[in-house]
């Protein structure tokens, strides 16, 4: 059986390689899973979605598939991702399930699984579910069928409905917000996806002035030339409506973006060196440590190092600086795309909790976002995609380190060199940054022909 888990669970065209039935039988394999951890009690699932019209059919084979498992199901309804994990911390439950492709196009959908206490599941448990899943589709396939293997009777997991979902994970948010936004102005993106109640909620209930746009999901329309991968109309709201900042959130809320008043854009790493500076402040900055990504902007480096505060650096992908956050005790960290963890607050990225403590900043502080932002040049940066036919190859080959090595030579404290190959398709990414765009783009086109020659 193919690898059914990407870097962030499930995910493909709904009703094409997402299928009910795929749906059925993984959420009945993690409910399995979870029972073979631990029998001791009846296991129960928070379930939720963002508004595609997809996300009611796969709602109904997710709840079929672990009731059938004998697991409880506590339907929350269209809520973002983050408030999914905060629910299953909340209400003890034992698994969270949320349906949603995040900023992907409608068309698609994926299931992203939480286990007890909201946080992501280990390779090993995905593993397990695979496994399971794969011993399904064999015995269905040689005519065997599993249903001794079910529970029956009064063992069948029930559906319930929770009803206030939304105002717990509102008050949540408003607990984790250290100071009121009373007298700005603001404009959310809801991206007509699943911030599109709790986003405009939590905000006005915080004490902004808000004005919401895409914040009327029909099914069809989540990320539809809105939200945080577009970014335009933020920037033109924000100037008709003379707001101090705009906040843009993606499909499933477990990111966002923000422009300043001027509708400049302020991108995730500008928001982890604005948070980190305020955390630093308020004692919160454990270590006085933040945690990034190999892709974030040289600028933030230097920001940080000229403050006193150390940058941690990972891999590519949120699961890799959320392993660094716990490995550490750290309490902050995230990715220029604009998910950002903080570990004390939640358990995964909350698009949300980041714009309330960002506008915290802005508010407790009297500067502009602008202003605080300024704190970090953004260094420019080119990134090239060179199709190879060996990785390998590239990664052990002289004439490529001593390409790179010349280059950063060239550069060296006001620039920045990365190649990194593609987990899934033979490419390797070559990322220059230097001081000017000419600069970047010279330097990488040059770096991208040796790569290519070489592989």
Same mark, same amino acid.
């Given at each position: 059986?193919?690898?059914?888990?990407?870097?962030?669970?499930?995910?493909?065209?709904?009703?094409?390689?997402?299928?009910?039935?795929?749906?059925?039988?993984?959420?009945?394999?993690?409910?399995? =899973?979870?029972?073979?951890?631990? /029998?001791?009690?009846?296991?129960?699932?928070?379930? !939720?979605?963002?508004?595609?019209?997809? !996300?009611?059919?796969?709602?109904?084979?997710?709840?079929?598939?672990?009731? /059938?498992?004998?697991?409880?199901?506590?339907?929350? *309804?269209?809520?973002?991702?983050?408030?999914?994990?905060?629910? =299953?911390?909340?209400?003890?439950?034992?698994?969270?399930?949320?349906?949603?492709?995040?900023?992907?196009?409608?068309?698609?959908?994926?299931?992203?699984?939480?286990?007890?206490?909201?946080?992501?599941?280990?390779?090993? =448990?995905?593993?397990?579910?695979?496994?399971?899943?794969?011993?399904?589709?064999?015995?269905?396939?040689?005519?065997?069928?599993?249903?001794?293997?079910?529970?029956?009777?009064?063992?069948?997991?029930?559906?319930?409905?929770?009803?206030?979902?939304?105002?717990?994970?509102?008050?949540?948010?408003?607990?984790?917000?250290?100071?009121?936004?009373?007298?700005?102005?603001?404009?959310?993106?809801?991206?007509?996806?699943?911030?599109?109640?709790?986003?405009?909620?939590?905000?006005?209930?915080?004490?902004?002035?808000?004005?919401?746009?895409?914040?009327?999901?029909?099914?069809?329309?989540?990320?539809? *030339?809105?939200? /945080?991968?577009?970014?335009?109309?933020?920037?033109?709201?924000?100037?008709?409506?003379?707001?101090?900042?705009?906040?843009?959130?993606?499909?499933?809320?477990?990111?966002?973006?923000?422009?300043?008043?001027?509708?400049?854009?302020?991108?995730?790493?500008?928001?982890?060196?604005?948070?980190?500076?305020?955390?630093?402040?308020?004692?919160?900055?454990?270590?006085?440590?933040?945690?990034?990504?190999?892709?974030?902007?040289?600028?933030?480096?230097?920001?940080?190092?000229?403050? *006193?505060?150390?940058?941690?650096?990972?891999?590519?992908?949120?699961?890799?600086?959320?392993?660094?956050?716990?490995?550490?005790?750290?309490?902050?960290?995230?990715?220029?795309?604009?998910?950002?963890?903080?570990?004390?607050?939640?358990?995964?990225?909350?698009?949300?909790?980041?714009?309330?403590?960002?506008?915290?900043?802005?508010?407790?502080?009297?500067?502009?976002?602008?202003?605080?932002? !300024?704190?970090?040049?953004?260094?420019?940066?080119?990134?090239?995609?060179?199709?190879?036919?060996?990785?390998?190859?590239?990664?052990? /080959?002289?004439?490529?380190?001593?390409?790179?090595?010349?280059?950063?030579?060239?550069?060296?404290?006001?620039?920045?060199?990365?190649?990194?190959?593609?987990?899934?398709?033979?490419?390797?990414?070559?990322?220059?940054?230097?001081?000017?765009?000419?600069?970047?783009?010279?330097?990488?086109?040059?770096?991208?022909?040796?790569?290519?020659?070489?592989?």
């Amino acid at each position: 059986m193919a690898r059914l888990f990407g870097t962030d669970g499930v995910r493909g065209l709904a009703n094409g390689d997402l299928t009910p039935e795929l749906a059925l039988s993984v959420s009945a394999a993690a409910a399995r =899973v979870l029972v073979a951890h631990d /029998s001791s009690h009846r296991p129960i699932a928070v379930v !939720g979605r963002d508004p595609r019209a997809s !996300g009611e059919m796969l709602q109904a084979a997710v709840s079929a598939g672990l009731t /059938s498992a004998g697991a409880d199901v506590m339907q929350v *309804g269209v809520l973002p991702t983050p408030a999914i994990a905060h629910l =299953v911390g909340e209400l003890n439950a034992d698994l969270g399930v949320m349906i949603s492709a995040s900023h992907n196009p409608m068309p698609d959908n994926g299931i992203k699984l939480f286990a007890a206490g909201g946080h992501k599941l280990p390779d090993s =448990v995905e593993n397990e579910i695979e496994a399971d899943v794969g011993g399904i589709d064999a015995a269905t396939k040689a005519g065997v069928g599993r249903a001794g293997n079910r529970p029956t009777g009064a063992a069948v997991g029930r559906v319930y409905e929770i009803p206030d979902a939304l105002d717990r994970y509102v008050a949540h948010l408003l607990k984790s917000t250290p100071h009121r936004l009373d007298g700005l102005r603001v404009v959310v993106d809801c991206a007509n996806g699943a911030a599109w109640a709790a986003a405009p909620q939590a905000y006005r209930e915080a004490g902004a002035e808000v004005i919401a746009i895409h914040a009327l999901p029909d099914g069809e329309n989540i990320n539809d *030339g809105c939200g /945080s991968t577009h970014l335009d109309a933020i920037r033109e709201a924000v100037l008709a409506e003379q707001a101090d900042l705009g906040i843009a959130h993606d499909g499933d809320a477990d990111r966002c973006l923000a422009v300043d008043a001027a509708g400049e854009l302020i991108d995730g790493d500008q928001i982890m060196a604005v948070l980190a500076l305020a955390m630093k402040d308020d004692g919160e900055l454990v270590q006085d440590t933040l945690v990034a990504t190999v892709m974030s902007n040289l600028g933030l480096h230097l920001a940080m190092r000229e403050h *006193g505060l150390n940058l941690l650096t990972t891999a590519v992908g949120d699961r890799y600086v959320l392993e660094e956050l716990r490995a550490g005790g750290y309490s902050l960290g995230g990715e220029q795309s604009g998910h950002v963890v903080l570990p004390a607050y939640a358990t995964t990225g909350d698009g949300l909790l980041t714009a309330l403590r960002l506008m915290a900043r802005v508010s407790a502080s009297g500067r502009t976002l602008a202003d605080l932002a !300024g704190v970090m040049s953004r260094l420019p940066q080119v990134l090239v995609n060179v199709k190879v036919a060996d990785k390998a190859a590239v990664a052990s /080959s002289a004439s490529v380190s001593e390409a790179v090595a010349k280059v950063e030579s060239e550069l060296g404290e006001t620039g920045r060199v990365l190649l990194r190959p593609s987990g899934t398709e033979q490419l390797v990414r070559v990322m220059v940054e230097a001081p000017t765009h000419d600069t970047a783009e010279t330097a990488a086109k040059r770096l991208a022909t040796v790569v290519s020659s070489v592989g």
